[in-house]
T-cell receptor, first 112, second 114 residues
Framework: GDSVTQTEGPVTLSEGTSLTVNCSYE??????LFWYVQYPGEGPQLLFK?????EKGSNRGFEATYNKEATSFHLQKASVQESDSAVYYC???????????FGSGTQLTVMP | EAGVTQSPRYAVLQEGQAVSFWCDPI?????LYWYQQPRDQGPQLLVY????????NSQLPSDRFSAVRPKGTNSTLKIQSAKQGDTATYLC????????????FGPGTRLTVL
């Protein structure tokens, strides 16, 4: 079946440093890929839908890229802020299903 | 535009008790999803509807769980005879034109079963 693997566990960074979160996926269907962010006590918020392969998407200073050949996608931010502290999830929707499959999440803590 | 609303925000039960969760999706969204999110894990789909029809409820944990969306708008998820293993946050999400569309989540109901 379809699956998503998020490789980073908890991450602690200092303000102004860069962030990269990596995900890989498996599906036999055409994938649609998403990044969500979840703050304490809230539901996941859509950060953005990842654009087509080899194109970059961006929102709130975050950028996403997608490598179709490697079946992987990545979230990056050049300079994190304390307000970016949250859990970041990658997610997959395949063309054969209406279901979102989430990765295990990356807890980001940004120290001032 | 109002987002997805859920109630209650918190529930604490003894094992064996029943509980219902209510969800009001974004106006105009035809597809509604219920997810279970155990602590420190990603959301896992339980059931989803397009309008009033159940599209897939095969991932509901057992016959203790049921969900309805009778008029294709609001939805209720019910747990009969709750167990400690049901402790989790229950999230509702909605989207327009379901498959692979962006899903928007409510704040969730945090359930603790003692």
């Amino acid at each position: 079946g379809d699956s998503v693997t998020q490789t980073e566990g908890p991450v602690t960074l200092s303000e102004g440093t860069s962030l990269t979160v990596n995900c890989s996926y498996e599906t036999k269907q055409y994938p649609t890929l998403f990044w969500y962010v979840q703050y304490p006590g809230e539901g996941p918020q859509l950060l953005f839908k990842v654009p087509k392969a080899n194109e970059k998407g961006s929102n709130r200073g975050f950028e996403a890229t997608y490598n179709k050949e490697a079946t992987s996608f990545h979230l990056q931010k050049a300079s994190v802020q304390e307000s970016d502290s949250a859990v970041y999830y990658c997610a997959l929707a395949s063309s054969g299903s209406w279901q979102l499959i989430f990765g295990s999440g990356t807890q980001l803590t940004v120290m001032p | 535009e109002a987002g997805v609303t859920q109630s209650p925000r918190y529930a604490v039960l003894q094992e064996g008790q029943a509980v219902s969760f209510w969800c009001d999706p974004i106006s105009g969204h035809d597809t509604l999803y219920w997810y279970q999110q155990p602590r420190d894990q990603g959301p896992q789909l339980l059931v989803y509807f397009r309008d009033e029809a159940v599209i897939d409820n095969s991932q509901l944990p057992s016959d203790r769980f049921s969900a309805v969306r009778p008029k294709g708008t609001n939805s209720t998820l019910k747990i009969q005879s709750a167990k400690q293993g049901d402790t989790a946050t229950y999230l509702c999400a909605s989207s327009f034109r379901g498959a692979r569309a962006e899903q928007f989540f409510g704040p969730g109901t945090r359930l603790t079963v003692l």
